[in-house]
């Protein structure tokens, strides 16, 4: 074989393996959600009991077929407040999973709810997502951005992601993806609540973890949220975000 044919056939053999690596791995994110911003005009007591943003870490697990965004244990967020209250501000974070099967189009997501599991199994929805000119690099990666105005569930959210086409995983945080490349970071709201990538590892995830969740009571995405605006409505219009004010 002349030497010229042997390197352009190591060359594309060595291309598809890099290509092959970039689609298995674990990505680590960083949520930092703004506490404050839904908060009414009138909440002073409230916006001065808890602090402006909350950042919590999860990841995500991925294959060229099949993903999985879950939250990655960290020690109880509790904040106590001073003032001879003994206020105790405590943020809790429901325990989620959100598992996606690229190659059947099928996605499970298992959520907790007032210390109950349910899972909510449905087809990965096509997203109208428009992308756009603009690029930036996420952790060494050259990424294209992509919008999205989210009306589904009655809310309105302008939804700003931007995707790596080096990673060609259509995946990406919670249930976000169906892009050509890897969500590296996902803004909610002009900074209501970003998801932003801090690291990859080109690893394998562990035996068992890439798995569909099967624990929980089969519900649909419609009866979960009339579930969750029942509780809002009890708690007189309020969803907390997940937190209890404790006072001694």
């Given at each position: 074989?002349?030497?010229?044919?042997?390197?352009?056939?190591?060359?594309?053999?060595?291309?598809?393996?890099?290509?092959?690596?970039?689609?298995?791995?674990?990505?680590?994110?960083?949520?930092?959600?703004?506490?404050?911003?839904?908060?009414?005009?009138?909440?002073?007591?409230?916006?001065?009991?808890?602090?402006?943003?909350?950042i919590?870490?999860?990841?995500?697990?991925?294959?060229?077929?099949?993903?999985?965004?879950r939250?990655?244990?960290?020690?109880?967020?509790?904040?106590?407040?001073?003032?001879?209250?003994?206020?105790?501000?405590?943020?809790?974070?429901?325990?989620?999973?959100?598992?996606?099967?690229?190659?059947?189009?099928?996605?499970?997501?298992?959520?907790?709810?007032?210390?109950?599991?349910?899972?909510?199994?449905?087809?990965?929805?096509?997203?109208?997502?428009?992308?756009?000119?603009?690029?930036?690099e996420?952790?060494?990666?050259?990424?294209?951005?992509?919008?999205w105005?989210?009306?589904?569930?009655?809310?309105?959210?302008?939804?700003?992601?931007?995707?790596?086409?080096?990673?060609?995983?259509?995946?990406?945080?919670?249930?976000?993806?169906?892009?050509?490349?890897?969500?590296?970071?996902?803004?909610?709201n002009?900074?209501?609540?970003?998801?932003?990538?801090?690291?990859?590892?080109?690893?394998?995830?562990?035996?068992g973890?890439?798995?569909?969740?099967?624990?929980?009571?089969?519900?649909?995405?419609?009866?979960?949220?009339?579930?969750?605006?029942?509780?809002?409505?009890?708690?007189?219009?309020?969803?907390?975000r997940?937190?209890?004010?404790?006072?001694?």
């Amino acid at each position: 074989m002349k030497p010229y044919i042997l390197l352009f056939w190591l060359g594309l053999f060595l291309g598809t393996a890099l290509t092959a690596q970039k689609t298995t791995g674990v990505i680590q994110f960083e949520e930092k959600m703004n506490m404050h911003r839904n908060l009414p005009p009138d909440a002073g007591d409230m916006r001065a009991m808890i602090p402006e943003f909350r950042i919590m870490k999860s990841e995500l697990l991925f294959t060229g077929t099949e993903s999985l965004y879950r939250n990655v244990e960290e020690e109880e967020d509790d904040t106590e407040m001073g003032g001879g209250g003994g206020v105790m501000i405590r943020m809790q974070r429901p325990d989620a999973v959100f598992y996606k099967n690229l190659s059947t189009n099928r996605k499970i997501d298992r959520r907790e709810f007032m210390g109950k599991y349910y899972l909510i199994e449905d087809a990965i929805g096509q997203t109208p997502w428009k992308i756009g000119a603009e690029t930036r690099e996420i952790l060494g990666y050259s990424c294209m951005q992509a919008v999205w105005d989210d009306t589904t569930g009655g809310r309105q959210r302008h939804l700003t992601a931007w995707f790596a086409p080096d990673i060609p995983v259509a995946a990406g945080p919670v249930t976000y993806g169906q892009l050509p490349g890897m969500i590296l970071l996902l803004d909610i709201n002009t900074g209501e609540l970003q998801l932003t990538a801090t690291k990859i590892e080109w690893t394998a995830p562990n035996k068992g973890e890439l798995e569909a969740p099967s624990k929980g009571d089969k519900i649909t995405q419609a009866e979960f949220q009339q579930l969750m605006d029942e509780r809002i409505r009890a708690m007189g219009g309020s969803s907390g975000r997940g937190i209890r004010v404790i006072r001694n």
